[in-house]
């Protein structure tokens, strides 16, 4: 039995392989070698490596969506009326009672940042769209808030949360 941590390269392999390289042959004419060494190429990220993403470019009221482990993620900014809407809900009345505060990293409000995976069937739910400014399943109509708190339908729980920090004030590492 392997333990979970086993098979996953870290960023710290990542470094300590490109540093062989370097010591190996010229620092000029390993340059790119480096870099290219320290982008993990697909097949590692689909294995589960880090990706890094800039929020920068992402205006107030978007949301994208990135891919980690094979599975969509939601990052949105979300606007004051998104943040205020999602904290002025009464928590206890919810299905899966959690406050947005902890749905998101304090100091970074406005990111809220989900697995986009509905908790029903497993369905991709579309954002902005429902009645609650969040999400919305198409496939048996369950619908998030802007916290991704389901609060209609039949989907179970709150769209689960990935593992991520804040490297930057608009930077993020998932996983
Ligand atoms: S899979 Fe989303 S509501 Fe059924």
Redesign the pocket.
Known sequence: MTTSTSAEPTRRDFLYIATGAVAGVGAVATAWPLISQMNPDASTIAAGAPIDVDLSPITEGQAIKVFWRGKPIYIMNRTKKQIEEARAVNVASLPDPQTDQARVKEGHDQWLIVIGI?T????I?IAHEGNYDGFF?P????QYDSSGRIRQ???PANLPLPPYAFTADTKIKIG
């Not at 029903?120 to 369905?123: A, N, T, Y």
């Open positions: 509905c029903h069937l497993g369905c739910p399943c496939c048996h109509g369950s339908g039949p989907a």
